[in-house]
C-alpha cells in the first residue's frame, strides 16, 4: 500500500476507513452470521426500518415518529430498502463480495415494493431505483468474472424495473413533467393515492430521471422508461427562457408556467444540469452535450462570479435573486471538471474550503460574505465529491488535505456514539437526531475513491459514470441499442453552433505547467474569506515612509488611489448588481514591500468596519399618513449615522412630487422653492450620502430619502442598510435622512404620482393612527404597525450578523460585507448587516411579514403580493432538497 503525503500527513483509505467505520467492523446486518462493515448501531437500532436516528439509537419509521412534512416523503418503508440498497453497491467497491453477495440476497428476500406509502418521485428514483441498477450491473460483474454470484438470474434488475413500472404513472401529466409525489400501490389519481393535487415540481426534481430511466430501458430492452425520462427533459428545454437560455427553480406540471423565475445552480436545479452532462457520457446522444453547453455558456456569463454562484432571475438574469447561497451548489466545480473547465472549479472549491474551515462544516445557506445564512448541515457530500473530481483531474495533493479537513471535521463534531449526526446548527455545534442515506452512499464512497490506490478498487471507476447519487452505471450502455422509440427535439440552426458545441477535456499539465498557478486562484480567496488574522508591520527600509495609502484616505473615485492599490495587489471583483468586493493579490503586487502594504491595508480596511459595525443604529419607518393611506402603509427604512435622530423626534411633512425630476443632490439644488419645507427625495449615486444632505439642507428642505437605483432591491430580502458620513465632520448636517430600498421606494413614487403630494412620517417606528390627529377618518379604524426591527432579535442573532467585511469608514455603509461603486463619482460603500436578511427572520417568526395597506392602492396591493410570494418561496424552498 502507497501513502499519499501531504503536509507530513499521510493518507490511505484503510485511514479513512477506519476513521469512519470502525465502530461496524464488530457487527453483521444479516441474521445468518456474515460479517461485513456496516453500520453496526443500524444493525442493533434501526433495522429494518430505513433510517438510524444516531442520538436516540433507534430507527426512525414513518408514522412512529413525529411527521416531518414532507421531509418524511424521502423515506419510504421499504423495510431497509433505502438505507441498505443505498449503501449495499459501496461493500463492493470496497471489495467485499461475500458481504456483498449477503446483502444482496438480504435485499431480495424482505423488501416489498408494493407498499401503500406515498412517495418522492424523485428520491425514490436517485436513491432506490439507481441503487438497485447500481447493485445489478456489479451481480453482473462478478457473474462475468466466473466467481462468486453464478446463482445472480438478474433479480436486482427485475425489481428496479417492478420499481419503474410504479413510478411511471407520475408522468401521466399533458406536460411529460412527472407528479413530485406517487403512492407506490395505487399511482396517482383516486382518493385512496392521496396524491395527484400536486402542481408544482422542482426543475431538479423533474429534469433527474434520464440516467436511471434510461439505464433501466437499455438494461431491460423496454423504451418505455427512457422515453418518459427524456420526454420531461424536452419539455424543460422548450420552457427555458429564451432570451437568458436558463431555467427557473419551481414549473407547473400542467401548464409549463414558472412558478419560482430564480435561478442557480444549486437546490431545485442543480442535478437538472448534472444529467443533462452525464446523459450525454453515459447514452452517447449528442443532444444532451448541446443543451449543457448552452446552459453552461449561460451559468457562466450570469450566474458565475468567480468564486461566488449567485442565482439571478431568469427574464433579467443581470439582477441578482438573492444574497446568499445554498450548500447544494458545492456539487459544481466537480460537474465543471467533467465539462473540461478547470480555473473556475478550482476558485469555487477554494472559496467552499475556506467557508468549510471556517464554520467546520458547509452551512445550508451562506451569505456572499461567507456568513452563516441557514446553520443546519445535514452531512451533504457534495463538497467531498467536487474534491474527488478535482484531486482526480489535476492530481494536487492540496485537494487529500480538503479530504482530511472534511474527515476530521466528522469525527470531532458528527460523530456520535451511534452513528454520525447532523449538525442542527453549526454556529453551535448541536445536532439533530438525522443521518441520511446519502451520508453512507456519497460521503464513505467519494472518501474512500479520494485517498485510495488504483490497485485497492477491484474494478475500473472510469468504466462507469456516477448517478446524482453516487451510484455507479456502466458506460458501456452508450454502445447498447437506443431503447428510445420518441425522438427528441432537435437543435435550431441558431442554436446549433461551434461554440455550443465543446467536444474536449482539458490536459491539466498542459493547462498547469507551474504549479504555483493554482495557488495564486486560492490565496486571494483565502484572504477574502478568512480576515481574522493580524499580521505584524513590515519592514521598510530607511527612507520609505509610511505606506503609500491609508484605508481612512482612500476615495474610490480617485484615480491615484485606485493605481495604488493596484500596485499593492488589491483588486475590486465587479458583481453584476454594481456591487465590488476587496480582495489582495499578494502575487500580483509590483513588489514584496508593496504586498505587505496591501495587507496592512486591508487590515485597516477590517478596522474601520468593526467600528462602524459599534455604531449600527435600528432601522426606521416611512409612514404615509394622508389621503386615502391614512397611515396603513409603512415602509422599512435604513437609517444614516448623521442628521437629526429619528429616535428623539419626528417629522410630519408634506413631499411634492416636483422635486422628482432625477434629483441626486449632488450639486447645489436649483428648484429651491420646491424643496423647502418639504422632504427631498433623491436618487442614490455619484456622490457621499452626507454630500447630499448637506445640498437638501442648503436649499431649505426638512429632510431627505434616498431610493436605491438598484433595480428590485427591497428591504425584505436585504439587510438593513446603513448610511455612513463621508470621512469628516458631519456636525454640520441637522437634517435627517432615510434610504428606502428599490421596491419601497416604488411604493412612494407611486403614491406621490398619484396624488401629487402626500403627508409621511418619518420616525423610529410606524406610530397608531389615532395619535395623528390630522389623519382620523371616520371610515378608518386606528391600528398600529411596527417593522421587524433589529431591537427585536436575540443576542445571539444580532452576534451572527455582525459584519466582518473590510470597508473604510467614511463611505456609505450597505449589506452582505461587500462594497459598491456607484456611476461617476461613485465611492465605495461597505455592507454591514445590523440584522438578518428579512426572508431569514420571517422564516424564524413562520408568520407574514407586518404591515397592512389600502386595498385602494395598486401598489400596495403588489407589494404585499411580493412579500407573501416570497414568504412562499422560502417555504419552497425547504421542500426543494434543502
Known sequence: MQHNLVHGFKFNHSFVLISLVIFCLKTRILHHGNPFFFFSSFQDHAYPADELMPLTCRGRVR???????????????????????????????????????????????????DND??????????????????????????????????????????????????????????????????????????????????????????????????????FTGDPVFEDHARRALDFLWEKRQRHSNLVGTTINIHSGEWVRRDSGVGAGIDSYYEYLLKAYILL??????????????????????????LDVHIHKPLLPARTWMDSLLAFFPGLQVLKGDIRPAIETHEMLYQVTKKHNFLPEAFTTDFRVHWAQHPLRPEFAESTYFLYKATGDPYYLEAGRTILENLNRFARVPCGFAAMKDVRT???????????????????????????????????????????????????????????????????????????????????????????????????????????????????????????????????????????????????????????????????????????????????????????????????????????????????????????????LVPLSIFVLSSVVGCTEITNVEYVQGHIALLQRGQCMFAEKARNIQKAGAIGGIVIDDNEGSSSDTAPLFQMAGDGRSTDDVTVPLLFLFHKEGNILLEALKEYREVEVLLSDKARDREEEEDCQTEATTPTSFEPVSQSQMSTEELEESSPEEVTPAQEEVS????????????????????????????????????????????????????????????????????
Open 63 to 113: 408514522g412512529l415518529e413525529p411527521s416531518r412534512g414532507d421531509l418524511d416523503d424521502l423515506y419510504i418503508a421499504f423495510i431497509c430498502l433505502v438505507t441498505v440498497v443505498d449503501f449495499v453497491f459501496f461493500l463492493q467497491l470496497l471489495n467485499k463480495t461475500t458481504e456483498f453477495e449477503a446483502a444482496v440476497r438480504r435485499v431480495l428476500s424482505d423488501v416489498r415494493l
Open 429 to 651: 455545534g448541536s445536532h439533530e437526531d438525522r443521518m441520511d442515506s446519502f451520508f453512507l452512499a456519497e460521503m464513505f464512497k467519494y472518501l474512500f475513491l479520494l485517498f485510495a490506490e488504483a490497485e485497492d478498487i477491484p474494478f475500473d471507476v472510469e468504466d462507469y459514470v456516477f448517478t446524482t447519487e453516487a451510484h455507479l452505471l456502466p458506460l458501456s450502455l452508450s454502445t447498447a441499442p437506443n431503447s428510445s422509440s420518441i425522438p427528441s427535439n432537435r437543435m435550431s440552426e441558431e442554436e446549433l453552433d461551434d461554440s455550443n458545441f465543446d467536444w474536449t477535456c482539458p490536459n491539466t499539465r498542459l493547462m498547469f505547467p507551474d504549479p504555483a498557478f493554482p495557488r495564486s486562484l486560492r490565496e486571494p480567496i483565502r484572504s477574502a474569506v478568512d480576515k481574522s488574522c493580524p499580521r505584524p508591520a513590515p519592514y521598510r527600509e530607511p527612507g520609505m515612509g509610511r505606506p503609500p495609502l491609508r484605508a481612512q484616505d482612500f476615495m474610490a473615485n480617485n484615480p491615484e488611489h485606485l493605481e495604488l492599490l493596484r500596485r499593492m495587489g488589491v483588486s475590486l471583483i465587479h458583481l453584476k448588481d454594481g456591487r465590488v468586493q476587496l480582495i489582495q493579490h499578494a502575487t500580483q503586487a509590483v513588489s514584496a514591500v508593496a504586498a505587505e502594504d496591501g495587507v496592512r491595508f486591508m487590515q485597516e480596511m477590517m478596522e474601520l468596519s468593526s467600528q462602524q459595525q459599534k455604531e449600527q443604529l435600528p432601522p426606521r419607518a416611512i409612514q404615509i399618513v394622508s389621503h386615502p393611506f391614512f397611515g396603513r402603509v409603512v415602509l422599512t427604512a435604513g437609517p444614516a449615522q448623521f442628521g437629526t435622530d429619528l429616535w428623539m423626534s419626528d417629522l
Open 117 to 218: 406509502i406515498v412517495v418522492s418521485v424523485f428520491e425514490t428514483n436517485i436513491r432506490v431505483l439507481g441503487g438497485l441498477l447500481g447493485g445489478h450491473s456489479m451481480a453482473v460483474m462478478l457473474k462475468e468474472g466466473g466467481g462468486q454470484m453464478q446463482w445472480y438470474q438478474d433479480e436486482l434488475l427485475h425489481m428496479a424495473k417492478d420499481l419503474g413500472l410504479r413510478l411511471l404513472p407520475a408522468f401521466n401529466t399533458s406536460s411529460g413533467l412527472p407528479y413530485p409525489r406517487i403512492n407506490l400501490k395505487h399511482g396517482v389519481r383516486g382518493p385512496e393515492t392521496r396524491t395527484g393535487t400536486e402542481t408544482d415540481t422542482c426543475t431538479a426534481c423533474a429534469g433527474t430521471m434520464i440516467l436511471e430511466f434510461a439505464a433501466l430501458s437499455r
Open 284 to 309: 452517447g446522444d449528442d443532444l444532451f452535450l448541446q443543451r449543457f453547453n448552452i446552459h453552461y455558456a449561460s451559468i457562466m456569463k450570469y450566474i458565475s462570479q468567480p468564486p461566488l454562484l
Open 815 to 882: 449589506s452582505a460585507g461587500e462594497v459598491r461603486t456607484e456611476e461617476e463619482n461613485r465611492a465605495i460603500e461597505p455592507q454591514v448587516d445590523a440584522a438578518q436578511p428579512q426572508e431569514e427572520r420571517d422564516s424564524e417568526k413562520t408568520e407574514e411579514p407586518q404591515g397592512d395597506t389600502d386595498s385602494d392602492s395598486h401598489s400596495v396591493d403588489e407589494l404585499l403580493a411580493d412579500w407573501r410570494e416570497d414568504l412562499e418561496a422560502f417555504k419552497q424552498m425547504e421542500k426543494d432538497e434543502l
